[in-house]
């Protein structure tokens, strides 16, 4: 079956290190995007990409980065400048661009940091 | 700019009452809006959308939602809740032209009493 998988489920930092979320559809998605969930705040953007080789900042960028070398993987690392790191993060992804059909999402990643 | 307000942040009702939860928009023209439903530690499921056309829209799980542009709301019902429905509801606003990022609503948890 298609879908979105993260990995790991539970992800356990220290201070001062740099971590990697994976991101992996088989769904042939075009576009693909990272949402930081916390408690009463709903969801973030941190990144999105339209197109291999192509991304763009979202609101929360800072701290955070990404590739998009393949179709299907969309990983993101948090690095050790993000200050406040510990949250829930939720990849998503979409057939295209402007013409909606709604996102599939990921089961998620929980990051904490320790 | 674009927002979604999710008024309520808990709703508790019992098994088997109706259900409406509120969402209310700030957009410009006429905007793409869903509804996702999030159970714990897990990802969002869509449960429905509005594009245009009839404004009450069907879902799955026997969710629907109605489209009221004179109020800027896209609230979702439900006529009789099942325990299962536990879990928590955001509703989201997308743009309809250019580059495709959803905006989030804070979310609504709703209890289901038995």
């Known amino acids: 079956d298609g879908g979105i998988t993260q990995s790991p489920k539970y992800l356990f930092r220290k201070e001062g290190q740099n971590v990697t979320l994976s991101c992996e559809q088989n769904?042939?998605?075009?576009?693909m995007y990272w949402y930081r969930q916390d408690p009463g705040q709903g969801l973030r953007l941190i990144y999105y990409?339209?197109?291999?080789?192509?991304?763009q900042k979202g609101d929360i960028a800072e701290g955070y980065s990404v590739s998009r070398e393949k179709k299907e993987s969309f990983p993101l690392t948090v690095t050790s400048a993000q200050k406040n790191p510990t949250a829930f993060y939720l990849c998503?992804?979409?057939?295209?661009?402007?013409?909606?059909?709604?996102?599939?999402f990921g089961s998620g990643t929980r990051l904490t940091v320790v | 700019a674009q927002s979604v307000t999710q008024p309520d942040i808990h709703i508790t009702v019992s098994e088997g009452a109706s259900l409406e939860l509120r969402c209310n928009y700030s957009?410009?023209?006429?905007?793409?809006l869903f509804w996702y439903v999030q159970s714990p530690g897990q990802g969002l499921q869509l449960l429905l959308k509005?594009?245009?056309?009839?404004?009450l829209v069907q879902g799955i799980k026997g969710f629907e939602a109605e489209f009221k542009r004179s109020q800027s709301s896209f609230n979702l019902r439900k006529p009789s809740v099942h325990w299962s429905d536990a879990a928590e509801y955001f509703c989201?606003?997308?743009?309809?032209?250019?580059?495709?990022?959803?905006?989030f609503g804070t979310g609504t948890r709703l209890k289901v009493l038995a």
């Open positions: 998503a992804s979409s057939l295209q661009q402007g013409i909606d059909y709604g996102y599939t």
């Open positions: 769904l042939n998605h075009d576009a």
């Open positions: 990409s339209q197109i291999v080789n192509d991304f």
């Open positions: 957009y410009g023209a006429t905007p793409y």
């Open positions: 509005y594009f245009s056309g009839d404004t």
């Open positions: 989201a606003v997308g743009r309809t032209s250019g580059t495709y990022k959803y905006i």
